[in-house]
């Protein structure tokens, strides 16, 4: 029988991953949304807010996806736990490590799933890159996160207030995918963040971590396509190196295949497999990286942004 999942908050990534993936998944069945937006008008009940999601679904509801920004996920996440619903989290999975933490307290507390569930490290050259890297020596890392905010993030003024990440919320996505291929945990050295006069969160970040020639750039200001890469050379070799978000993987320049796997449909398989194992699974690396990046971050103003 398939699970009853009701997604709530109802934005650009709910719209074209959560609800493709869950009608293709026979593991789901889309049984509610809660939305401040209005009624989606999707054939199925529809809430304004999680509270009266969980009321009145009571009973009828196995799970969430939660796709609000993520200074709102603590507390809809731990609502749903006590109401006994196992949880999806979009990325990142909180705003802080301590609500990540707190959830996966409540989550063992009640004997419920919760999912952090990183898009990116289900993109189809990572756990080829992976294996290729496992027990190796890395000597060099450049990840290059390139894009245009107008572009795949516009209107969306939560985004630049404080919690809401700036360039650090697809950055995050690029840390996600390292703290998953590489042989050894990465710790941040020291950070430069570019914010906008006119806003709380950073649109470029320049981070360097310890040891040597280990570097990230991410910048919002791309307007030339994206440029979504991941470069990891190794001693004595090989260089392995994601590009198009991990989607597609060179070693020593040479392209792998690596299949067409779809990131959400895989969240959503994992998910299932979760739920029927009785376990919980939430990857706070890529978190706590970007907490460390504003921990020891030098700031510099930039112009406004508009």
């Known amino acids: 029988m398939a699970y009853r999942i009701g997604v709530v908050g109802f934005g650009k990534i709910a719209r074209d991953q959560h609800l493709p993936s869950i009608a293709a998944d026979p593991d789901f069945e889309l049984a509610a949304v809660a939305t401040r937006a209005g009624d989606p008008e999707l054939g199925i009940p ?22 609000t920004p993520p200074t709102a996920r603590h507390a809809i996440a731990r609502d749903a736990l006590k109401a006994g619903l196992h949880v999806l989290l979009e990325k990142p999975p909180a705003a802080t490590l301590g609500e990540i933490e707190h959830l996966e307290r409540v989550a063992r507390e009640c004997g419920r799933t919760l999912y952090a569930g990183w898009h990116s490290q289900h993109a189809a050259a990572v756990p080829a890159a992976a294996e290729i890297l496992s027990g190796r020596k890395v000597s060099r890392i450049s990840i290059s996160w390139l894009e245009d905010v107008r572009k795949w993030h516009p209107g969306q003024e939560w985004i630049w207030e404080a919690g809401g990440f700036g360039v650090f ?22 950070a430069h963040l570019l914010v906008p006069a006119n806003k709380q969160a950073p649109i470029a970040a ?40 991990g989607a597609r993987l060179f070693v020593d320049g040479a392209e792998k295949p ?23 699974e939430v990857d706070r690396e890529p978190l706590r990286i970007v907490a460390d990046a504003f921990l020891v971050a030098e700031r510099e103003a930039t112009e406004a942004f508009l």
């Open 206 to 245: 320049r981070l360097a971590f310890v040891g040597e020639r280990l570097e990230a750039e991410l910048d919002w200001r791309f307007a030339d396509g994206e440029q979504w890469t991941i470069r990891v050379e190794t001693a004595p070799g090989p260089i392995v190196e994601l590009r198009d978000g």
């Open 258 to 280: 690596v299949g067409s796997n779809g990131e959400y449909p895989s969240i959503y398989a994992s998910f299932a497999a979760l739920i029927r194992a009785g376990r919980s």
């Open 169 to 190: 919320d697809p950055g995050i996505n690029a840390l996600s995918i390292a703290t998953r291929i590489l042989p050894m945990p990465l710790f941040v050295r020291s």
């Open 46 to 67: 529809w809430f304004e807010n999680p509270a009266e999601l969980f009321a009145a679904m009571a009973g009828g509801l196995d799970a969430v996806a939660i796709c």
